[in-house]
């Protein structure tokens, strides 16, 4: 079989906010005819005040089912739609597929199918646009109970999708549920939809088109303008939004990553910037050429740290340890060890109520030398693969925490061999995350 050259494009709902934005994508579609599935978004804000189409979706049929007057809220849903209709000078019938919205509102439709309509009105604006083919996601993208794409999908979008010269519309979010009821995928799920279809499709490459320039090294709130990253793998991504780091949708890794498909994040509003590709592997330009991906981090954590003269031969130490944890139903984040100590980090909002009694436990089960409890600490996440094996970058991060005065209270390398990760006071975060990013990114 010949290898596949088509490319799924998913649009987000700011590349699709206006009608000059849903020109845009209309040029970035037909600039490369590889570019032959489209899943876009529901159309979202056009500026800081104004309001996302799903929210107002979500609105009406909550005022809906309480029996409250949606009238004003569905007309701002009703305006937008049919004013880009309007703009872009087509007819995708709009008026009359609003209409009987309203009606199925008024019917007590359910949340989800409330919310699919934003994608749906989307997608029948964009494939008229294009003159491209209409897949409704209700006959063929099937949603588990457990909210994640049913396998049943892959030969039902397959099958809709198979003819490489035809143009596809499929918008994203929702499907259907196993008795045919429109259901979505979780809150960003246009994410979710686009993988889906790549993977059905076994498209050469997802493309993601956003409002950004790429996914960035290090948050924007803490350093200012940091480097969007050129390429990065799977695994990378995985680490780096675990701690925190805003990426796609996280199950939208899972279908792509599976299948071996590449993810190339891509700004509408500069089409021509490269963007940041998502691999299995990087390649050895970028191995050349970078020493890390990125810097993330979460300060929201809570160490307990247990020390006991030969703990090391004390048999099932840790694991008594960790089955008090399991017995108070905390689940640990990491566990870094030493010869005579053992600390466990977990998630410090699930400790909160319960530390008094954990900590009691642990003294009564373990009877150790000392227990330390930290409420709050921060871990930062350094994330490259292939770190472990490069000389120097340890030095360069401590010697980064040293000079910023970042006092550093435990380190962990991950067996992964793919993150350093340092915990610190919550309030020096920002400045280690800085510390950090700066001795990379000059
Ligand atoms: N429109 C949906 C949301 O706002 C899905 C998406 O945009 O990905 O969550």
């Not at 790549?198 to 320039?213: G, S």
């Not at 099932?316 to 010869?339: D, K, M, Q, T």
Request: charged share 20%; with cysteine; proline share 5%.
């Amino acid at each position: 079989m010949e290898a596949s050259t088509r490319i799924v494009c998913k649009f987000g709902g700011s590349s699709l906010a206006s009608a000059t934005q849903f020109r845009k994508v209309e040029a970035i579609v037909r600039a490369d005819a590889r570019r032959s599935i489209i899943v876009p978004s529901a159309p979202g804000k056009r500026d800081a005040k104004d309001a996302k189409i799903t929210d107002l979706l979500y609105l009406c049929q909550h005022a809906a089912s309480v029996d409250a007057d949606f009238s004003a809220t569905f007309a701002q849903i009703e305006e937008r739609f049919l004013g880009i209709e309007r703009e872009l000078g087509l007819d995708a019938s709009l008026a009359a597929e609003l209409a009987s919205l309203r009606e199925g509102f008024a019917r007590g439709i359910s949340a989800d199918h409330a919310a699919s309509r934003g994608e749906y009105l989307s997608g029948r604006l964009l494939a008229a646009l294009l003159g491209a083919e209409f897949v409704d996601p209700a006959e063929c993208v099937v949603i588990g109970a457990n909210g994640l794409v049913d396998p049943e999908t892959w030969a039902l979008l397959g099958a809709r999708l198979a003819d490489p010269a035809r143009r596809c519309v499929v918008p994203g979010f929702y499907g259907r549920d196993a008795e045919g009821n429109i259901r979505t995928f979780s809150r960003g799920g246009s994410d979710v939809s686009g993988a889906v279809a790549a993977r059905a499709a076994a498209a050469a490459l997802y493309e993601n088109w956003t409002d950004v320039p790429g996914l960035l090294m290090a948050d924007p709130r803490i350093v200012p303008n940091p480097k969007p990253m050129d390429e990065v793998t799977y695994a990378e991504i995985r680490e780096l939004s675990y701690m925190g780091a805003s990426v796609l949708h996280e199950e939208a890794m899972a279908p792509v990553r599976d299948a071996r498909i590449p993810v190339n994040i891509r700004n509408t509003n500069d089409p021509s910037a490269p963007g940041t590709r998502i691999v299995a592997e990087l390649s050895p330009e970028t191995i050349k050429n970078t020493q890390i991906a990125g810097v993330a981090g979460k300060a929201s954590f809570a160490m307990i740290t247990i020390s006991k003269h030969l703990m090391n031969r004390e048999v099932g130490f840790v694991y008594r340890l960790l089955g008090v944890l399991e017995h108070n139903g905390i689940a640990f984040e990491h566990c870094p060890s030493s010869i005579d100590s053992v600390s466990v980090i977990v998630d410090a909002q699930g400790m909160e109520s319960r530390a008094q009694q954990v900590l009691a436990e642990i003294r009564r089960t373990l009877e150790p030398d000392a227990l330390e409890y930290v409420p709050k600490v921060a871990l930062v996440a350094v994330v490259g693969e292939g770190m472990s094996h490069a000389i120097g970058i340890a030095a360069k991060v401590f010697a980064a925490l040293a000079a910023a005065e970042v006092n550093v209270r435990l380190i962990n390398q991950g067996a992964s061999e793919l993150n350093i990760i340092v915990g610190v006071a919550p309030d020096d975060y920002p400045a280690a995350v800085r510390a950090i990013y700066g001795a990379f990114v000059p």
